[in-house]
């Protein structure tokens, strides 16, 4: 049967080559150090925000849990880099805790079980054919560099450049892929517009404007330092990941509204970085400064760079990371109408006002399933900041599944990624890999062990966090094998593709004899 189907898939061509990804993208499965590690007080490891949050506030997590043993990958790592390898992974995305590697925060002490753990887990990576791809802040900030201001304090940019040498220096010689931080939106407009997050400080429009300059700055330093002291003997690649939620407005006429907030949320970390001119969006700029000046504001609440922050930033990547989950609708708030926060309800700084369409299902609390949306988003990033390679790390569904059959989470995936092929194949968007959020289920920041979105379900009651392929492992790794969409998800090109295309070359044939 195999040799029939592929002798069918040489004489159909192009009609089964368009379901195909192009030569050389790449798959993988991407976790995060609190979500999954655990082990969260061992050997020297200091706390985190997330550990104190958790500890002090668990009323904050839906179901009053913590990190403090998570999936246990501290000690069940190699069957983490097992399941990759199940999986076929080309590559799998991990973050380092920062205060695994470095307790006190700074560079004066350097953990030796830290240092251990990651080396071993990227060896291990490595003798399994699976590049490492490792991500340096997801979001588990020191604690002791937290009651110095954290990501409000101007200085961290140099701190967060001290830890990421240290990394590089320990790992660069066999991590070839970078990502700075991971979704500076989440970490700052989110948390210190809500509290919801660690380190559960409410700033509404302040601490979050902070914390976005701060983290621009952070990431062009430590992309500086790669490229000035690692790059010549490492060549690797380093860039930062955003998450891009996409706007759209609710009628046709309501187009400024969207195209602000598409700056909010995603330029206000890509302008910066990725356009020709650098600096903040500039119309984003105006508004915010305008409106803290009606406040009685002296300075813009959104700190202005100078010229040489500018060019600091300006041009610090290698790629353009992009995660991907959901779509909001905006329109222009009407006159006297109270504007929810943001980024939640609305966009009290821009007068816009955000909500959902009813014809997309509702995952989770914040995933209203649209993956049109990601092809969209994917033409968006091409038009604003030209051709460049972007890398899809994050993209995924919540649920929350009591057996293995998770027939919507398969249907998930194969819709957002015909939407990532028609984007290359159609919109001529330059995508190099797509990255399945998450490999296996694991502590879902505020909402706890609650949301799963593993491709492996975890086994949270068993001492082991035994891990279990779900229907969705199944059909992601058919696709990385057959590198194609067209794939049930035994691993076969379907019958029912085949019979159709069979018959259609047979007409066509008949029809040219
Ligand atoms: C984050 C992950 C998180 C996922 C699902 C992303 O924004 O990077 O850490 O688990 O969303 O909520």
């Not at 140099?158 to 066999?174: H, N, P």
């Not at 249907?411 to 984007?423: I, N």
Request: aromatic fraction near 14%.
């Amino acid at each position: 049967m195999k040799f029939i189907q592929h002798f069918f898939s040489i004489l159909v061509g192009t009609a089964y080559c368009s379901r195909k990804f192009p030569p050389g993208f790449k798959f993988g499965a991407a976790t995060a150090a609190y979500q999954i590690e655990g082990a969260w007080n061992i050997s020297d490891k200091s706390e985190s925000i997330w550990d104190v949050f958790s500890h002090e506030r668990p009323g904050a997590i839906v179901d009053g849990s913590n990190g403090d043993v998570a999936c246990d990958s501290y000690h069940q790592w190699r069957r983490d880099v097992e399941i990759a390898s199940e999986l076929g992974l080309h590559f799998y995305r991990f973050s380092i805790s920062w205060t695994r590697l470095l307790p006190n925060g700074f560079t004066n002490h350097v953990s030796e079980d830290g240092k251990r753990y990651y080396s071993d887990l990227i060896d291990a990576l490595l003798e399994k054919g699976i590049q490492p791809v490792v991500t340096l802040y997801h979001w588990d900030l020191p604690q002791s560099l937290q009651n110095l201001g954290g990501w409000t304090n101007p200085l961290i940019a140099d701190w967060f450049g001290q830890y990421t040498r240290v990394a590089y220096t320990l790992y660069g010689d066999r991590v070839k892929t970078w990502i700075t931080i991971n979704e500076p939106v989440i970490y700052c407009q989110a948390s210190y517009g809500s509290g919801l997050h660690a380190p559960g400080i409410i700033s509404i429009g302040l601490g979050g404007y902070l914390c976005s300059k701060n983290s621009v700055l952070a990431h062009a330093k430590a992309w500086r330092i790669y490229d000035e002291e690692f790059r010549p003997k490492y060549k690797g690649k380093v860039s930062l990941t955003n998450q891009l939620t996409w706007f759209e407005p609710v009628t046709e006429d309501e187009q400024e509204s969207a195209d602000l907030a598409l700056q909010l949320w995603t330029g206000i970390y890509a302008h910066p970085i990725f356009s020709e001119e650098g600096g903040w969006p500039a119309e984003l700029e105006k508004r915010i400064a305008e409106k803290s000046r009606q406040e009685g504001y002296p300075v813009s609440r959104l700190p202005p760079f100078t010229e040489e922050e500018k060019e600091f930033v300006r041009g610090t990547y290698d790629f353009f990371g992009f995660n991907f989950y959901t779509a909001r609708t905006t329109r222009k708030a009407k006159a006297g109408e109270e504007v929810g926060p943001w980024p939640f309800t609305g966009a009290p700084d821009l007068g816009v006002v955000l909500s959902v369409r009813a014809d997309w299902p509702r995952a989770s609390d914040w995933i209203f399933i649209y993956p049109k949306a990601l092809r969209l988003q994917l033409s968006w990033v091409k038009q604003q900041y030209g051709d460049v390679d972007i890398f899809i790390l994050e993209n995924g569904i919540a649920g929350h599944d009591t057996d293995l059959d998770d027939q919507y989470r398969v249907k998930f995936y194969r819709d957002h990624l015909e939407q990532v092929l028609l984007a290359i194949q159609e919109d001529d968007v330059k995508v190099s890999c797509y990255t399945a959020w998450t490999m296996i289920d694991n502590f879902e920041w505020s909402d706890g062990y609650r949301s799963k979105l593993g491709l492996y379900e975890v086994d949270f009651e068993a001492p082991a966090r035994t891990r279990r392929p779900r229907a969705s492992a199944h059909y992601y790794k058919s696709v990385i094998k057959s590198h194609s969409l067209d794939v049930d998800i035994n691993n076969k090109i379907t019958d029912e593709l085949y019979n159709f295309l069979f018959i259609f070359r047979v007409r066509i044939l008949i029809l040219k004899l």
